[in-house]
């Protein structure tokens, strides 16, 4: 089956700085890459995500880059804020099993003002 | 517009009471998903409906697992027998598109269940 494995599992950061999740997965045919937050007591919410066929995509302080050769692909924020503060989640979906996602262990994220 | 609801938030079950979990997506998805996610895990799959049909149960761990979206709208889950391995929380995600490689899903805010 889909082994997802996301590093680190926690990381600290100051305001203001750069935050760099990574997620490597294991089935070559995935074709969809997404990142959910997760907040205390919230559900998981998509935040960005990327197709196959493109290597990176950006949205405000967000990107998202995939290396499918070496099948691992990774977020990125930038100019980290304390509201950032959560645990995000890599989801890549079972290819062609109805959509359903599989999650990564999550990265607790904390941003210190 | 309204999200996804889940009713109750906070369950707490003495073992070997059922218990039932629902779920209003929002209205119009056609697509339903139930999650469990233990403390500290990731969220993992239970099952899925496209409108009334349940066309994967392969994440549901045991026969006590059944769940339910008779009119294809609210969807019921619920745990027979409950036991102390079954304390998580119940995430339900609903989809507007059939279920399909990339389709964003949005969650609940889930049941914390707690099984004494």
Sequence with gaps: GENVEQHPSTLSVQEGDSAVIKCTYSDSASNYFPWYKQELGKGPQLIID??????????QRIAVTLNKTAKHFSLHITETQPE??????????RRNQG???????????SVKP | GAGVSQSPRYKVAKRGQDVALRCDPISGHVSLFWYQQALGQGPEFLTYFQNEAQLDKSGLPSDRFFAERPEGSVST?????????????????????????????????????TVL
């Excluded at chain 1, 959509?99 to 990564?104: A, D, E, M, S, T």
């Design chain 2, 77 to 113: 889950l619920k745990i027979q027998r409950t036991q102390q391995e079954d304390s998580a929380v119940y995430l339900c995600a609903s989809s507007p598109h059939p279920a399909g490689d990339y389709n964003e899903q949005f969650f609940g805010p889930g049941t914390r269940l």
């Design chain 1, 99 to 109: 959509g359903k996602l599989i999650f990564g262990q999550g990265t607790e994220l």
């Design chain 1, 50 to 59: 990327i197709r196959s066929n493109v290597g990176e995509k950006k949205d």
């Design chain 1, 84 to 93: 950032d503060s959560a645990v995000y989640f890599c989801a890549p979906p």
